[in-house]
């Protein structure tokens, strides 16, 4: 293990002990989190903390386009600084350094695609992370940290999607997350978010579908919970999605009662039904299988993919 | 069977819309390629859930 993989590992484990000690307002832990930043990290640390930090808040509030290319940065007048974008946690990122005052850069956009996809595919163990803790004397915790607060398990909701994409998605063999992706640990969140409904006709409209996602992750993932700007209990994952299984609702012609289906030969033939109904511009009363009110829940497990020694 | 002017163009009519019909479908299936459909699900993916 190279230093620098040391220091990721370090820069990775604080900052779930930061999501933690964010996510409990009560006392049970000793430190906030501008204490763990001030206390708990070395000077060697803090410049990888502060670029990650930048990074997890330009995945959250920042310019998502952008985010994917930067090239296609355009630095504006009036563009939100860093403290615009910053839920109230990490403002105190200015004890390692952050500037809240200055605007991302275009190389700030390049940083972040580069680190977020290293970081939010990274593990921890519960013991490695009570390790950890344990040898940073200096934090003189009058309580441990401790690392059993999260599930294995994190959510994903998508709405607005075609048939066509939902074809496509039930049947991968895995899928390429390594781009970086928000999740979250609370599925209400999710489920309601697969369930929004964008009006047919609008520009944003796509298609029908809502899915939602639930990924089995282990101890990956980069772990924002309350320190993420729409305090979403956010963890960041990359890597790939093996597709385990995958249940269909739908409402078919003649019932208002939704039903379901696991199995994937019927649900093709489901959605190619569907396609066609849609295609030959029949009534909704008229399809067969209505495209309006069409749902997936997919179980499916991480992946970690190799990431590079330096970053 | 000898059939009118009327009756053949109504084939005509028909026949042309038949294959309108097919041409528009494949246009729209072109469009739906696989690159198409990997950014659709990306760009889903990358909506903070708000």
């Known amino acids: 293990m190279s230093n620098n993989r040391q220091v990721q590992q370090a820069v990775f484990i604080i900052f779930r002990a930061m999501a933690q000690a964010a996510s409990n307002q009560t006392n049970l832990y000793s430190m906030d989190v501008p204490n763990i930043l001030r206390r708990m990290t070395s000077p060697s640390e803090q410049e990888l903390m502060r670029r990650l930090i930048k990074s997890v808040i330009l995945l959250t509030a920042g310019n998502q386009e952008v985010l994917r290319d930067p090239e296609l940065f355009v630095d504006k007048k009036g563009m939100k600084t860093y403290r615009d974008m910053s839920s109230t946690h990490l403002m105190s990122a200015h004890v390692v350094g952050l500037n809240l005052s200055a605007r991302p850069t275009k190389e700030d956009y390049v940083d972040a695609k580069k680190l977020l996809p290293i970081f939010s595919t990274m593990s921890v163990g519960p013991e490695e992370f009570d390790q950890f803790i344990a040898s940073r004397p200096e934090t003189r915790l009058d309580a441990p940290l401790i690392s059993g607060q999260y599930g294995d398990t994190v959510w994903r909701g998508i709405h607005n999607m075609r048939l066509e994409a939902a074809k496509y998605l039930v049947n991968l063999d895995q899928w390429d997350i390594t781009r970086s992706v928000s999740t979250s640990y609370d599925r209400r969140t999710s489920y309601n978010f697969s369930n929004k409904k964008v009006p047919v006709g609008s520009a944003n409209y796509r298609g029908p579908v809502g899915i939602l996602l639930e990924i089995d992750v282990g101890s990956r993932g980069l772990k924002v919970g309350s320190l993420s700007y729409f305090a979403e209990a956010e963890v960041i994952l990359s890597g790939y999605l093996t597709i385990d299984s995958v249940e269909m609702e739908y409402v078919a012609a003649g019932s208002n009662n939704p039903l379901k289906e696991t199995s994937l030969e019927k649900i093709n033939q489901l959605i190619d039904m569907a396609i066609e109904d849609r295609d030959a511009g029949l009534d909704y009363r008229d399809q067969r299988v209505k495209g309006e009110g069409m749902r997936f829940d997919i179980k499916a497990t991480h992946v970690q993919m190799e990431t590079p020694d330096e970053v | ?50």
Do not use: F, G, R, W
């Not at chain 2, 041409?23 to 699900?41: F, G, R, T, V």
């Open chain 2, 1 to 50: 069977m000898k059939l009118t002017k009327l009756q053949i163009k109504q084939i005509i009519k028909e026949e042309l819309e038949a294959v309108m019909h097919e041409a528009e479908k494949e246009s729209q299936l072109e469009e739906l390629n696989e690159e198409d459909i990997k950014k659709e699900l990306e760009d889903a993916m990358s909506q903070p859930m708000k």
